[in-house]
């Protein structure tokens, strides 16, 4: 069973930066891919980016593209997001998740397998 932990959640002034964690608990972990979703209030939850966890290929949301930066580390069993020049849209509980196979798209939430308990991030104007 993997259990994964997100961190780095916060208030933030727009503009602002935060780095967010996503630690996996097993004692092998070699997902397909990792993923960062988020969802607003009243909003269903949408894609953020992705990562594969073997070669790094990254892909992003339109939305935030340019200003946040996914990335792993293998030997740590934690994925990271990078989140630079801060909106009050990008306001939401960010949740990480693990898609073993990697059969579908990276953005659809169903191809995931796991997910954390999500993070809060709060970006004030």
């Not at 934690?78 to 798209?105: F, H, I």
Request: net charge positive; aromatic share 12%.
């Amino acid at each position: 069973q993997v259990q994964l932990v997100e961190s780095g959640g916060g208030l933030v002034q727009a503009g602002g930066s935060l780095r967010l964690s996503c630690a996996a608990s097993a004692r092998t972990f070699s997902p397909y891919r990792m993923g960062w979703f988020r969802q607003a209030p009243g909003k269903e939850r949408e894609f953020v980016a992705s990562i594969r966890w073997s070669g790094g290929n990254t892909y992003y949301a339109d939305s935030v593209k340019g200003r946040f930066t996914i990335s792993r580390d293998n030997a740590k069993n934690t994925v990271y997001l990078q989140m630079n020049s801060l909106k009050p849209e990008d306001t939401a509980v960010y949740y990480c998740a693990a898609d073993r196979e990697g059969w579908g798209s990276s953005t659809n939430l169903r191809e995931y397998d796991y997910w954390g308990q999500g993070t809060q991030v709060i970006v004030s104007s």
